[in-house]
């Protein structure tokens, strides 16, 4: 049984810019206790995963890694290290205080492919190539140089092209040549709100009016940006959080049900069972015997 809620990592405040690179291997998981259990970190991630083959976990998706390659972890999301293989890799971590400048460096972090999944499963994984490593190179060089007025700039500068380096190498990722403009900010400002308001807010027509548009024209937008209809995209964003906290929270399943917002807890269980096939208790006790918690 697990004896604590999910670790929530807050980014180390001794340190003056909001950016850290760190080498990481086996022994450094099993000695930190931080890393030892699942976590939750109030920051963005880029691993490099230079040696070895582990599974990393990201939000209950098992993440086979090849050595030299890059997966994209965004914030706040749930992450557990493989403690059984042997791998040697570097993590970059950085805030959104510290990348972001403007409105448009916030909207770029929220709609970015590299650390969005958009409601899917699918999580960012990127062979390094020779330009990304003289990005990274760049980054941990200026990292270790003695802090002045240059050196945010320099590390902040280095990042963003890192990033956009790494968007081109695998593509939007979330629309084609003929998606409609409109659709797509309909489309991503929805997907903000629901990171806001899923827990209180299931009735799409919530969304719909914070938006100022029709249902239907809502419906227009999720479908041909992720061929999904808002309430999946509801449903899917509610029951993500339901298995984090199910999976590594220790509060009953009734707790957990109030704390998405649902007043019954047979709502919930009925809710859970529609969607796993499985009550949400059962969920927990199959995951965690497979899982060896």
Known sequence: MLSQKIRSLQFDDKISIGMEIIPIDRNYVAKSANLTTAHRASFYCVLWFQEGNPTHQVDF?????????????????????????????????FTDAFFCRNDDDVKYLNRTPLFQSFGCSQHCTLSV?????????????????????????LLRN??????????????????????????????????????????????????????????????????????????????????????????YDISTGKEIGYSLGFTEPTNFIKFFRKHTGK???????????????
Do not use: C
Request: aromatic share 12%.
């Open 61 to 93: 998706t098992p993440i086979k890694v090849q050595p030299e390659s890059l997966l994209f972890v965004g914030k706040d999301s749930v992450q557990f290290f493989d403690q059984e293989k042997n791998f040697k890799a570097k993590v970059l971590l």
């Open 129 to 153: 190539s020779e330009e990304l490593k003289t990005l990274w190179t760049f980054m941990e060089r200026e990292d270790k140089t003695p802090h002045d007025r240059f050196k945010p700039i």
């Open 158 to 247: 280095y990042l963003e092209s890192f990033l956009l380096q790494a968007e081109r190498a695998i593509g939007d990722g979330i629309s084609s040549p003929s998606t409609n403009e409109i659709y797509k900010e309909i489309f991503f400002d929805f997907n903000k709100l629901v990171e806001e308001h899923f827990k209180e807010q299931k009735p799409v027509s919530y969304y719909s009016e914070q938006l100022y548009v029709s249902p239907k024209v809502l419906s227009r937008a999720t479908r041909q940006l992720t061929g999904k209809t808002p309430k999946r995209i509801l449903d899917e964003r509610m029951l993500l959080e339901a298995k984090r906290l199910l999976m």
């Open 279 to 293: 009550t949400p208790l059962a969920f927990r006790a199959y995951y965690r015997q497979t899982m060896g918690m």
